[in-house]
């Protein structure tokens, strides 16, 4: 069903399908102090490309595998 795991089903387990992967470690990432918030506008695509990666998003945000940012950061 996920692009990526069909294409490269040696690196993914047989069950990734079904279970969203644990989540052991919460990560941070420590900011230099002043530091302003660095956000890029995404990459363009076509109208097909834009509709299949957001069927493949929202799967993945179904699936639990991926949960919508709250960061001001950003990065395309």
């Not at 470690?25 to 995404?42: H, K, Q, R, Y």
């Amino acid at each position: 069903e996920l692009p990526v795991v069909c294409e490269f089903p040696d690196v993914f387990p047989g069950d990734v399908f079904d279970v969203p992967p644990e989540r052991e470690v919460e990560f941070a990432i420590d900011l230099i102090p002043g530091t302003s918030p660095i956000s890029m506008a995404p990459y363009r695509m076509s109208a097909s490309e834009l509709k299949k990666l957001k069927k493949q998003l929202e799967e993945l945000l179904e699936k639990k595998f991926i949960r919508p940012s709250v960061s001001p950061w950003g990065a395309p």
